[in-house]
């Protein structure tokens, strides 16, 4: 299995600021045959289902916007909101999709400071 | 606009079977190629997923849950099921429905992110 590590387990940061998040595999998701990271992101806000941002890695979801950025490639990617906004307040998670069972990182928390 | 919503019994006892549905709209499961899943999240913690299964009924699931877990898939009721067997106190979760997102490139279909979530239903495992 591969197992996903998530950092920091929470994280609060000023408004305006940017925030990171990071996330680790225990092996690579990079399939070689498609150059593509098998890689997503999700925000999940009190009360609600986990929301899409991004998946291969690097790649918003329809209508998210332009201040979440996915980068990283084979094993260690990131998690960038460029200038926090007060509804960014969420757990963040990730989640590899290269292999079976679909592990997903065990959560971030990001507040306001 | 793509809709999944889960519905079931939201106390079950110790040892018997949960039973839960998830209803689509807004697309037939028969005509999108698409697959689709269950993920569970126990109170406070992190997300887990159960399996997944395609339109034609075949699926894959999650080894630590493979021997008590069958999805199956009703096209004609656009809908796809859970069933867990021999329930203790440790599958009280929020349970999710989840449709895997799609990307078709020149070298085939990839999938496994999931794109679209229902809201989730609420199940105690309790006596």
């Known amino acids: 299995d591969i197992v996903m590590a998530q950092s920091p387990d929470s994280l609060a940061v000023s408004l305006g600021e940017r925030a990171t998040i990071n996330c680790k595999s225990s092996?690579?998701?990079?399939?070689?045959?498609?150059?593509?990271?098998?890689l997503a992101w999700y925000q999940q806000k009190p009360g609600q289902p986990p929301k899409l941002l991004i998946y291969?890695?690097?790649t918003r979801d329809s209508g998210v916007p332009d201040r979440f950025s996915g980068s990283g490639s084979g094993t260690d990617f990131t998690l960038t909101i460029s200038s926090l906004q007060a509804e960014d307040v969420a757990v963040y998670y990730c989640?590899?999709?290269?292999?079976?069972?679909?592990?997903f990182g065990q959560g971030t928390k990001l507040e306001i400071k | 606009q793509l809709q999944l919503q889960e519905s079931g019994p939201g106390l079950v006892k110790p040892s018997e079977t949960l039973s839960l549905t998830c209803t689509v709209s807004g697309a037939a499961i028969d005509n999108s190629y698409y697959y689709w899943g269950w993920i569970r999240q126990p109170p406070g913690k992190g997300l887990e997923w159960i399996g997944s299964i395609y339109y034609d009924g075949s699926s894959f699931f999650n080894p630590s849950l493979k021997s008590r877990i069958t999805i199956s898939v009703d096209t004609s009721k656009n809908q796809f099921s859970l069933m867990v067997t021999s329930v203790t106190a440790a599958d009280t979760a929020l349970y999710y429905c989840a449709r895997l997102g799609r990307t078709d490139t020149l070298l085939g279909y990839y999938f496994g992110y999931f794109d679209y979530w229902g809201l989730g239903t609420q199940v105690i495992i309790s006596s």
């Open positions: 291969w890695a690097s």
């Open positions: 092996q690579t998701v990079l399939y070689s045959s498609n150059n593509k990271n098998f």
């Open positions: 989640q590899q999709y290269y292999s079976t069972p679909y592990n």
